[in-house]
């Protein structure tokens, strides 16, 4: 793998920021995306857009043909069936449903859903309002001081009571990568399902939802080199079909009479309306150039660079580095003393280097770290050792520029 010459696959990143070459390293956010991806969503408007499942002209048949051969391909791709796999907006909108459309008609009082003090929002507040509408009871399985999860603490959390674990297969904050496995082991044992939250995991380790035997999976595709508003939720097939969908109207019917009306099979009952079909199209192409050079390539390469910048930036005094030191993927969480983190983004801009800075929408784990805001520096395939010493040299900068001197 050389990412010097998977860099040049991407046209964004070829540009000055700010008087210096752009480094970016916001892909916890959203990824760039490479040629290949950006040609298949054009070529796809060029010449074979319209509507799908409709149409028995060939541009009609093509699209459907298009979008259903994605599905194969997010289906393949995480070792399912592709029945079981829905096309969304993204991982949000695979949480949403999965917390609407199960969630809320299998739960009662009593019952608990069990997640983790480091979940994004998006796996935080639909089981709030879930519980809220259910009478069920949300409990947090307790954090470790470094940001792991105890199998220990997994045991007591849930239950005999317990009826849903959702959980992110690795945190966007502290890097952090559960146990999934073990975890839906643990659920299952207690008669509960186990919804994972995936957006941070597919862009760059290798997926088997089968090996995991979690029962649902979401993910986004703009934060593994897909266009964004794409994504896909897994679910396992007995559960998709006891589900009912969040949106109703065309496409996702079978029959509609003056009082009542029928859904078509699953997946597509959940897909009413015109679908994301040039996503789709660009998720399929993303996943081949993914695949070209080998999820487990591009892992190996991320904790590399992971590795190396806890080393150089952990020598810059007043630098507080969050999370575990091991078995992480490639992001590096931090402060610099008492300078916001958006201050040290706004200086590290001026340097062409595009990091993230705040909560990130992880605001319970933020309290935990008892810190209002974080910087985050997120890698992937297209970054170099040689972005890191960028990033550590900026951030020198940014320490004179405040004049900070940590506390002895």
């Known amino acids: 793998m050389d990412p010097i010459a998977l860099k040049a696959e991407f046209p964004i990143l070829n540009q000055d920021i700010n008087g210096h070459p752009l480094v970016y390293l916001d892909n916890a ?44 391909k997010v289906a393949r791709f995480l070792n399912a069936a592709s029945r079981e796999i829905v096309f969304t907006r993204g991982t949000t909108t695979g949480l949403n449903l999965v917390a609407h459309g199960y969630a809320r008609e299998v739960l009662k009082p009593g019952d608990e859903i069990v997640i983790t003090h480091m979940e994004h929002h998006s796996n935080v507040i639909p089981w709030q309002q879930a519980a809220k509408a259910t009478g069920a009871t949300l409990k947090y399985i307790p954090l470790q001081p470094d940001g792991t999860l105890s199998l220990a603490d997994v045991e007591s959390t849930i239950t005999e009571n317990t009826k849903i674990v959702s959980i992110a297969y690795v945190s966007n904050v502290l890097g952090t990568v559960n146990p999934v496995a073990k975890i839906a082991e643990i659920a299952h044992k207690n008669g509960a399902i186990i919804v994972v939250d995936g957006a941070q995991s597919t862009p760059h380790k290798k997926v088997d ?27 396992k097939a007995a559960l998709l079909e006891k589900m009912e969908p969040m949106e109703f109207g065309g496409e ?39 695949e070209s050079i080998g999820l487990d390539e591009i ?27 091991e078995d992480r993927v490639g992001l590096v ?22 990091i993230r800075a705040g909560h990130h929408c992880c605001q319970p784990l933020m309290r935990w770290l008892e810190q209002s805001a974080t910087a985050r520096a997120s890698f992937y395939l297209y970054n170099t050792e040689q972005d890191v010493d960028r990033l550590a040299e900026a951030l020198w900068k940014t320490k004179e520029f405040f004049g900070y001197e940590p506390v002895r």
Not at 42 to 58: C, I, L, P, Q, S
């Open 252 to 290: 996702m019917i079978d029959f509609v009479g003056l009082q009542d009306s029928t859904w078509k099979e699953i997946p597509w009952k959940f897909e009413g309306g015109t679908p994301i079909i040039a996503g789709a199209v660009g998720l399929a192409a993303a996943i081949d150039f993914l």
């Open 209 to 235: 939802v089968k090996a995991l035997n979690v029962d649902f999976y979401a993910f986004s595709g703009h934060k593994m080199c897909a266009p964004t508003g794409i994504g896909a939720l897994y679910g």
């Open 333 to 354: 969480t931090f402060n610099l003393g008492d300078v916001h983190p958006h201050d040290v983004a706004t200086v590290l801009d001026t340097e062409g280097i595009a």
């Open 29 to 72: 956010a959203t990824s760039q995306k490479p040629r290949s991806v950006i040609e298949a969503v054009k070529r796809y408007y060029e010449w074979d857009n319209a509507n799908v499942h409709r149409g028995v002209h060939t541009l009609g048949s093509r699209a459907t043909d298009a979008y259903e051969g994605a599905r194969e």
């Open 299 to 325: 892992d190996r390469h991320e904790k590399k660079l992971a590795t190396y910048a806890i080393e150089r930036l952990s020598a810059i005094d007043g630098i507080s580095i969050y999370g575990p030191r």
